[in-house]
């Protein structure tokens, strides 16, 4: 069964620090996806980026950059320079292929509460 | 813009009453899903749909029924609600050609309260 874990449950920082969240995630398939969603203070989710499991390249966007490391089934986020706007709930998730009829059921994990004071 | 709308917004009830929420897409993806957030639990799925009439069960379905008429609506029953089913309920929806493995687009959220 396919599990993720952010141990992380709470994180708090000054603003303009660099800060990582980490995701650590199990499964057995060697073909699988891994997303992170952002949940900010009004409650919607808001989609990050998607990255499959053939693809270990780093992604850099703007201020976010995520690090993917099979070797040690991680697929931590880094905000550079954080601002008081990057206070939320991050949550990593994890989906397998393929369930033909489900499509796509991510599995998520227990999310990190970010809290960047200024 | 994914244009998924739920509702009610927030609703309180009392133990053993039913409850419906309403899951409405505007643009006929095939694919809906509903999870529940709990502190400390993330999301967690409780059914899902593939098509009309189409529907299974996903790793929190117990005490919860779905139905799914049209494509348009989702809808989840709590037949006879109870404070552990008090949470945030998450409508999602993955867009038609992105993939087995697409990413998933969320409503608003739904908070019940079963006093």
């Known amino acids: 069964a396919q599990k993720v874990t952010q141990a992380q449950t709470e994180i708090s920082v000054v603003e303009k620090e660099d800060v990582t969240l980490d995701c650590v995630y199990e499964t057995r398939d060697t073909t699988y996806y891994l997303f992170w969603y952002k949940q900010p203070p009004s409650g919607e989710l808001v989609f990050l980026i998607r990255r499959n499991s053939f693809d270990e390249q780093n992604e850099i966007s703007g201020r976010y950059s995520w690090n993917f490391q099979k070797s040690t089934s991680s697929f931590n986020f880094t905000i550079t320079a954080s601002q008081v706007v990057d206070s939320a709930v991050y949550f990593c998730a994890l989906s397998e292929a393929l369930n033909n009829n489900a499509g796509n059921m991510l599995t998520f994990g227990g999310g990190t509460r970010l809290m960047v004071k200024p | 813009d994914a244009g998924i709308t739920q509702s009610p917004r927030h609703k309180v009830t009392e133990t053993g009453t039913p409850v419906t929420l309403r899951c409405h897409q505007t643009e006929n993806h095939r694919y809906m899903y509903w999870y529940r957030q709990d502190p400390g639990h993330g999301l967690r799925l409780i059914h899902y749909s593939y098509g009309v009439k189409d529907t299974d069960k996903g790793e929190v379905s117990d005490g919860y029924s779905v139905s799914r008429s049209k494509t348009e609506d989702f809808l989840l029953t709590l037949e006879s609600a109870t404070s552990s089913q008090t949470s945030v309920y998450f409508c999602?929806?993955?867009?038609?050609?992105?993939?087995?493995?697409?990413?998933?687009?969320f409503g608003e959220g739904s908070r019940l309260t079963v006093l």
């Open positions: 999602a929806i993955r867009e038609d050609g992105t993939g087995e493995t697409g990413e998933l687009f």
